[in-house]
């Protein structure tokens, strides 16, 4: 029988630079906020306070992120919009999480 070579990764080389927590949360990077999407069909970012994951997201991924939650979305939304979770699909570990739309340009 064959053994698979067990390959270690650190967070940094899959995600690129970790934000350290800060009390509980992680740091918004509003520098990589801002950027431009790097996808055709994002419309939107998406950062989570707890792990600091930050996810441009489609239309159509954004529906089924939100599936069963009560926000309303502006129809124009704009580059300057993101959304804020407290957790993320993943670090929620089975937890609930909140989401609340937000502007950059307000912080």
Known sequence: MKQSKKVETKAEEVF???????????????QALASPFE??????KCFCKNCGFLLEVSKVLLKA?????????????TK????EFSYCVIC???????????RLSAN
């Open 16 to 30: 690129g630079e970790v934000i350290p927590r800060l009390n509980g949360g992680s740091v918004l990077d509003y």
């Open 39 to 44: 996808y055709d069909e994002a419309i939107i």
């Open 65 to 77: 992120m939100l599936n069963g939650m009560e926000i309303e979305l502006p129809t124009n939304i």
């Open 80 to 83: 300057e919009h993101y959304l």
């Open 92 to 102: 929620a570990g089975g937890r609930d999480f909140s989401v609340k739309l937000k």
